[in-house]
């Protein structure tokens, strides 16, 4: 495994470097899978792949005060992106990948976060999964509930509630695995950016309050990735570690690949 500590970009230069990393792993490009640490900076949103942002988002607000969004590669629901430890794993799957298939991957995956913020001393806790969504059914010409709404088999929680927002791309044998790992409350501030009428918007910040927990009390909210970098390098075999002053060489060498951005 390769492991990069990426640093902070924007929406937009973060979900196009991990749309590179998929399309290089797709096409054989990588020597073994790339775990991606990074943050956002300035803070933004991103979309699911299958998420319209003119059903998603308030476009004109968004605009109106230069916060920047994206489409992710993979799936899931909207997220606002400040206080936590961002991710990303490309891998191939089979009997010589990261696991033999996507689902044994998500729980890989997840199972290493766990030993690593374990070791930091936060208490996470795997989810058997939860259907449950935050606050009463949207209307129709509402966003849909965020990513934190509700939590996946597997999935990182705390104290009972979700912690770690997770969503997978796979193309062929290639497989790309997002997350976020909240350190605060910022999150709750999708709610002041989505398409929802003005009077729901106090509603689902206080449910999504309710439904989600954040490391702050161990970490603190802007805990440095070197701190997430070094409990996962105590535990996982490592070819190689990149920072991000000794990436760019490398990086270059990694094909492009388009990804669909939003204006700012």
């Known amino acids: 495994m390769i492991l990069w500590r990426d640093g902070a970009h924007d929406a937009r230069e973060n979900m196009a470097r991990d749309a590179r ?3 290089a792993c797709e096409a054989g490009a990588l ?3 790339v775990l991606r640490l990074f943050r956002f900076a300035p803070a933004g949103i991103t979309l699911g792949s299958s998420q319209s942002p003119e059903a998603e988002l308030d476009l004109a ?15 899931g629901r909207a997220i606002w992106h400040d206080e936590e430890w961002t991710f990303s794993l490309t891998a191939r799957l089979g009997p010589d990948g990261w696991a033999p298939d996507a689902t044994a991957a998500y729980a890989k995956t997840c199972g290493m976060l766990a030993v690593a913020l374990r070791r930091l001393g936060v208490p996470v806790e795997l989810s058997p999964g939860s259907p449950r969504g935050v606050g009463r059914p949207r209307g129709g010409a509402e966003s849909a509930p965020p990513c934190f709404a509700s939590t996946a088999r597997h999935e990182l929680t705390l104290r009972g509630r979700k912690f770690a927002g997770i969503a997978q791309r796979r193309r062929g044998a290639a497989l790309l695995p997002q997350g976020s790992l909240l350190l605060g409350d910022s999150h709750l501030r999708l709610a002041d950016w989505a398409r929802l009428d003005e009077g729901r918007r106090a509603e689902v910040r206080v449910a999504l309050a309710a439904a989600t927990a ?5 970490l603190g909210p802007d805990a440095p990735l070197e701190r997430l970098e070094e409990a996962i390098a105590a535990d996982q075999p490592l070819e190689r570690r990149l920072g991000p002053g000794d990436a ?17």
């Not at 968004?62 to 799936?75: E, F, H, N, Q």
């Not at 954040?214 to 161990?218: F, I, N, Q």
């Open 61 to 75: 607000r968004l605009d109106a005060a230069g916060i920047v969004w994206a489409v992710r590669p993979t799936g």
């Open 21 to 23: 990393l998929l399309a």
């Open 214 to 218: 954040h490391a702050g009390e161990w």
């Open 248 to 264: 760019a060489a490398w990086f270059a060498t990694v094909p492009a690949a388009a990804v669909r951005r939003g204006d700012a």
């Open 31 to 33: 020597e073994g899978p």
